[in-house]
T-cell receptor, first 114, second 110 residues
Framework: EPEVTQTPSHQVTQMGQEVILRCVPISNHLYFYWYRQILGQKVEFLVSFYNNEISEKSEIFDDQFSVERPDGSNFTLKIRSTKLEDSAMYFCASIGGLGTDTQYFGPGTRLTVL | AQRVTQPEKLLSVFKGAPVELKCNYS??????LFWYVQYSRQRLQLLLR??SRESIKGFTADLNKGETSFHLKKPFAQEEDSAMYYCALSEETSYDKVIFGPGTSLSVIP
């Protein structure tokens, strides 16, 4: 069964550094999402992306965050200048067009900001 | 604002006992309701959704619009059911963002 993949599984960075989290959605899917889960808290929506543009974003998704689909397969989340409070598990998800109707989640990237 | 609540953070039951994981939601429209499960060290997986009315791994959930609830039930818990369970809603279509509840950690005692 096709799966959403994410790399790296764990990223450690210094405060103020830029990080890029990578996701490869399921190949025929059209809608892409990023969620995050701070340790001990619930999974929160960050952003949705369709047709090469952001379709919705949450309050969390401020100017420090950006998303991109640089080619036909990757979907990236960039945090420009990381803060301690960005430490969390980041999940990518995708959903297809006709005939598929549930979001498939990746395994997540654990981001630790020191 | 749309919201999903799960009153129990932790729930322990004995193997073979019935399980009920509670979920309530607030949303003015007609949301889609889901249960996601996350087994230890694995990704979030869809367990079931209200519109499909399926029973997956023995679990069922009935949407009660009057009580705005979507409780998850299983008549006989198994050890392999131990996991984190998230109730979630999507506003109008499956393409909308998913709003998650805080999750309930289910532990099935052998």
């Amino acid at each position: 069964e096709p799966e959403v993949t994410q790399t790296p599984s764990h990223q450690v960075t210094q405060m103020g550094q830029e990080v890029i989290l990578r996701c490869v959605p399921i190949s025929n899917h059209l809608y892409f999402y990023w969620y995050r889960q701070i340790l001990g808290q619930k999974v929160e929506f960050l952003v949705s992306f369709y047709n090469n543009e952001i379709s919705e974003k949450s309050e969390i998704f401020d100017d420090q965050f950006s998303v991109e689909r640089p080619d036909g397969s990757n979907f990236t989340l960039k945090i420009r200048s990381t803060k301690l409070e960005d430490s969390a598990m980041y999940f990518c998800a995708s959903i297809g067009g006709l005939g598929t109707d549930t979001q498939y989640f990746g395994p997540g990237t654990r981001l630790t900001v020191l | 604002a749309q919201r999903v609540t799960q009153p129990e953070k932790l729930l322990s039951v004995f193997k073979g006992a019935p399980v009920e994981l509670k979920c309530n939601y607030s949303y003015s429209g007609s949301p889609e309701l889901f249960w996601y499960v996350q087994y230890s060290r694995q990704r979030l997986q869809l367990l079931l959704r209200h519109i499909s009315r399926e029973s997956i791994k023995g679990f069922t959930a009935d949407l009660n619009k009057g009580e705005t609830s979507f409780h998850l039930k299983k008549p006989f818990a198994q050890e392999e059911d131990s996991a984190m369970y998230y109730c979630a809603l999507s506003e109008e279509t499956s393409y909308d963002k998913v709003i998650f509840g805080p999750g309930t950690s289910l532990s099935v005692i052998p």
